[in-house]
């Protein structure tokens, strides 16, 4: 007589679900509940603090405009990296190593590393001294040159950042089948033609993943700004960690990571929509 094992895969996901439950949905109800309430009631007094403050808007501005400033350039290194792998015959894995550096050092680590770059006495102005190009030290990260503090700690995080939208892009473009590409160099294909009609809709789901998580980490970035910048460039998980450390107002700092969870998922269906994935498409 057989037995009815109809429970053995829900015994198998149970402890993924009961980990998900601890570690995820009720820290996030606690902060759900830390952003809507004051001394246990129901209060949008914290979401008020929120935005009313005075770091609010220029944190919501410069998260958004580091947003769009690194994700279309990472995107773009990345495809070119990608298909510049994909071309080499010998060497991929040492290239691919290399490239992937970044990966193995944290956040503070690289603020830390560009921060040695970009100071007073850091190596830049020490080169551009040595070269005569500048007369005396020139201090790029303070708050009277926002550009030039915008533009470091861009190029820090692009830095940081590629190397993962990268890998994705790589995974994706070892998916397409060669007799594609193969078939539209006989037919004449330009490299051009061939990029666009035949590469990038089938790696699609790599793009959309990269765009997403890459999208997300951006609007999370805080080490590498605070290594850089401090307060003279406020971001949002910036401000959520001085409200919880510095003014030890937990609730303003949910409120924070409440709005941070909202913009990334809106930025994850925008993603969904605009980069539409066709199942039957797939190689």
Not at 59 to 80: D, G, K
């Amino acid at each position: 007589m057989t037995q009815n094992r109809s429970w053995i895969p829900y015994a198998l996901i149970l402890p993924s679900v009961v980990f998900l439950g601890l570690l995820f949905v009720v820290p996030l109800v606690q902060t759900l509940w830390l952003a809507v309430s004051d001394n246990g009631t129901p209060s949008l007094a914290n979401m008020t603090t929120m935005v009313t403050d005075l770091n609010f808007g220029r944190s919501v501005l410069n998260t958004f405009l580091l947003t769009l400033a690194v994700v279309p350039i990472q995107i773009v290194m990345a495809l070119t990296m990608g298909s510049m792998v994909a071309k080499m015959n010998g060497g991929r894995e040492t290239i691919l190593w290399i490239w992937t550096i970044p990966l193995g050092i944290s956040d503070l680590a690289a603020g830390m590393v560009w921060l040695s770059i970009l100071q007073n006495t850091g190596y830049l102005n020490s080169v551009l001294f040595g070269l005569g190009i500048i007369e005396r030290q020139t201090a790029w990260l303070t708050y009277q040159t926002p550009v030039a503090l915008f533009i470091g700690i861009a190029i820090a995080e692009i830095w940081r950042g590629t190397a993962i939208v990268m890998i994705i892009i790589v995974a994706g473009l070892n998916q397409v089948p060669k007799e594609f590409k193969e078939a539209a160099e006989i037919f004449g294909a330009s490299p051009w033609t061939r990029f666009t009609r035949i590469t990038l809709p089938l790696i699609r789901p790599a793009l959309q993943s990269a765009l997403i998580l890459r999208t997300v980490l951006a609007f999370e970035v805080f080490a590498v700004v605070y290594a850089l910048g401090g307060r003279n460039f406020p971001v949002l998980v910036g401000e959520a960690y001085n409200w919880q450390n510095q003014n030890q107002n937990y609730g303003v700092a949910a409120a924070y990571a409440v709005l941070i969870m909202v913009i990334s998922l809106a930025a994850t269906l925008v993603y969904l929509k605009a980069v539409k994935v066709d199942p039957e498409r797939l190689p």
